[in-house]
Nanobody, 127 residues
């Protein structure tokens, strides 16, 4: 069981950077695959990035590849999303998600796969 608390959202100008954090409870954080999703007003939730339980495998949506980096610090029970070269189209509520993973490489770009979700944090990128 994991409780997720997100932070780090805010308002930045295009081209700027933000780092989102998602702090998780529990002693078994290292057994959970983690993902970041976002949802803009009037649009469906979309996959952003995912990371396997030990951090050895990462996956990105094409729209953020090369600009965003997902990472995790299992000693701190925290997953991060470093967002660089932000664009106005990155504006959305960003959510982190978790699911217990039996395999080292487990991940999913489908939100339905995840069992636990954070409350979301707003990211707004001005033009």
């Amino acid at each position: 069981q994991v409780h997720l608390v997100e932070s780090g959202g805010g308002l930045v100008q295009a081209g700027g950077s933000l780092r989102l954090s998602c702090a998780a409870s529990g002693r078994t954080f290292s057994s959970y695959a983690m993902g970041w999703f976002r949802q803009a007003p009037g649009k469906e939730r979309e996959f952003v990035a995912a990371i396997s339980r030990s951090g050895g495998y990462t996956y990105y949506a094409d729209s953020v590849k090369g600009r965003f980096t997902i990472s995790r610090d299992n000693a701190k029970n925290t997953v991060y999303l470093q967002m660089n070269s932000l664009k106005p189209e990155d504006t959305a509520v960003y959510y982190c998600a978790a699911k217990y993973a039996e395999y080292r490489s487990s991940w999913s770009a489908m939100g339905e796969w995840y069992d636990y979700w954070g409350q979301g944090t707003q990211v707004t990128v001005s033009s």
